[in-house]
């Protein structure tokens, strides 16, 4: 019995180790949250696609081109990191806009097969996200969506720049900042 | 016992009609790791199909018998059995299996490797690997000539589409298009060849014997595949990063229409009524069916998560 529990585990041990060795397959995440606020209030926090102080970790955001296709905003976090983000899509009468980040500034450096790799502020490549107001009456529904690569785009991540930490990273900003969301519309 | 027979033979013409009557269209749900399989006649999934591995890329075999599923986490291919509704084989092929495509005659079956740079040829019987070709970076899309003699790979880092000799099995020539191509589109006559440039966000339009350029026409942001439609004179290119379809009149070379669908869309497919121009929506885990007539989108199907279907995903 012994033998086989030791062979079981060393058979689950080379199936993990396979799964962990694959090509980026794109991610998903998805956040949702109810407002006690009517959607137009909600809406007139995060319209400004040059405005993202709604959101806590943020400490400054920059912008250029106001809420049109291609306007850019620079968002600095309160470490200094920054993420540039490009506005995509912008629909006033759906309240929802759809943008994408063109470049990010490095968190940290780490050495992985022997090579250094950067690290982005948010563990991620070919990042895009649509947030999106949904009226009910009373009431408002925040439905923000993000679609996403791991930040390593060869075979064999390292920890730093796999899967579960990239979704852990977005499922992490969408959630706060959603948070706050509603703690600042239901003021 | 005549009798018997002919009920025999009856019952047999009678179950293999839904078969043959519908078309089936066979979607790589790769955050769910299934295939739906949708019945276009109903305009709904008929079954769903557990396939390992993340698939991503399809290619159903011209007898509509077989499907052929890249599975770029379980590093290969798995066969899936139409009749059957389940996979009756796995294929180990590389480390990232992504685009693949199978030979008009059905004998062969072609995959991309996106990490190792080069393309398996494989024969469909043995499902053996018969010839391995180094082709540009991380190669993605694949499409075969309609006389199968020809294969055209998509190199996405190298920015260029490698066009091999399938007499010889080695390269004949590699031409740079825009950036970052992924999904290729053939004409039934094999004479011109359209590339999805992900980056540059436009369609080259390449003249496969000469491998020049024709055109390049600017579509919305990040083409991802596209699918001919009404004989060739349409062409309909998935824009992943807009949510909609550009349209392009494949005799002026000029976009004329833009159709809102789902979020991300990327894998697209006409119906064999060369009509109605199915795409599958990753982020919206549902397809989109458009008529190519009318430019409108009449169905939305609900499908499985991440929805991608890469490749010729319908039966004929």
């Known amino acids: ?76 976090f309160k470490d200094g990191g920054t993420i540039t983000e490009e506005l995509k899509k912008y629909d006033e009468a759906k309240m929802s806009y759809a943008y994408k980040i063109t470049d990010m500034s490095t968190a940290k450096t780490i050495t992985h097969a022997g090579v250094e790799e ?14 999106e107001v949904e009226s009910k009456g009373d009431t408002s529904v925040v439905n923000w969506t993000a679609g996403y690569y791991r930040a390593y785009t060869n075979n064999n991540p390292p920890a730093e720049m796999n899967e579960e930490a990239a979704n852990a990273a977005v499922n992490a900003v969408l959630k706060t900042g959603l948070i706050n969301l509603k703690a600042l519309a239901e003021k | 016992m005549k009798r018997k027979v002919v009920a025999i033979a009856v019952a047999t013409a009678f179950f293999s009609l839904p078969l043959a009557a519908a078309p089936f269209a066979y979607i790589t749900n790769q955050l769910d790791d299934s295939i739906s399989i949708i019945d276009a006649k109903q305009g709904k999934v008929v079954d769903t199909i557990a396939v390992h591995g993340k698939p991503a890329g399809v290619a159903v075999a011209p007898a509509g018998d ?29 480390d990232g299996a992504l685009g693949i495509a199978v030979s008009a005659d059905g004998e062969r079956i072609y995959v991309a490797d996106w990490y190792n740079n080069n393309v398996d040829i494989i024969d469909a019987d043995s499902l053996k690997v018969i010839k391995t070709i180094a082709v540009g970076e991380s190669p993605s899309g694949l499409v075969v000539s309609p006389d199968d003699r020809w294969l055209y790979v998509a190199n996405r880092l190298s920015d260029s589409v490698s066009k091999i000799d399938l007499n010889t099995m080695s390269i004949d020539k590699v031409t740079i298009v825009g950036s970052h191509p992924f ?27 000469s491998m020049q350029p024709i055109a390049t026409i600017k579509v919305n942001t990040q083409p991802y595949a596209s699918a001919l439609a009404l004989n060739d004179t349409r062409l309909f290119v998935t824009n992943q990063d807009d949510s909609s379809v550009s349209v392009i009149d494949t005799t002026t070379l000029k976009e004329i229409g833009l159709i809102e669908v789902g979020n991300k869309p990327e894998g697209i497919n006409t119906h064999p009524d060369d009509r109605h121009v199915y795409v599958a929506n990753w982020f919206d885990s549902t397809v989109s069916v458009i008529d190519a007539k009318t430019m409108q989108v009449i169905d939305t199907i609900k499908t499985g998560k991440g929805s ?9």
Do not use: C
Request: charged share 25%; glycine share 6%.
């Open chain 1, 118 to 131: 950067k690290v982005p502020v948010l563990p991620v490549d070919n990042y895009s996200a649509t947030i």
């Open chain 2, 308 to 316: 991608r279907a890469f490749g010729q995903f319908f039966s004929k």
């Open chain 2, 183 to 209: 999904g290729l589109t053939i004409d039934d006559m094999g004479e011109r060849l359209y590339i999805a440039n992900v980056q540059s966000d436009d369609v080259t339009v390449l003249e496969t014997r």
């Open chain 2, 66 to 94: 077989k499907v052929y599923i890249s599975t770029p986490e379980a590093k290969g291919l798995a066969v899936l059995d139409t009749k059957k509704r389940e996979v009756i084989a796995k294929v180990s092929v590389s």
């Open chain 1, 1 to 76: 019995m012994k033998k086989i529990t030791l062979f079981l585990s060393v058979l689950l041990f080379f199936f993990t180790a396979i799964a962990s060795a694959h090509g980026p397959v794109r991610q998903k995440a998805e956040e949702q949250i109810t407002i006690n606020a009517p959607a137009e209030k909600v809406w007139s926090i995060i319209k400004n696609f040059g405005d993202m102080s709604w959101h806590p970790d943020i400490f400054n955001t920059t912008s250029e081109g106001g809420d049109k296709k291609g306007a850019t905003r620079i968002l600095t």
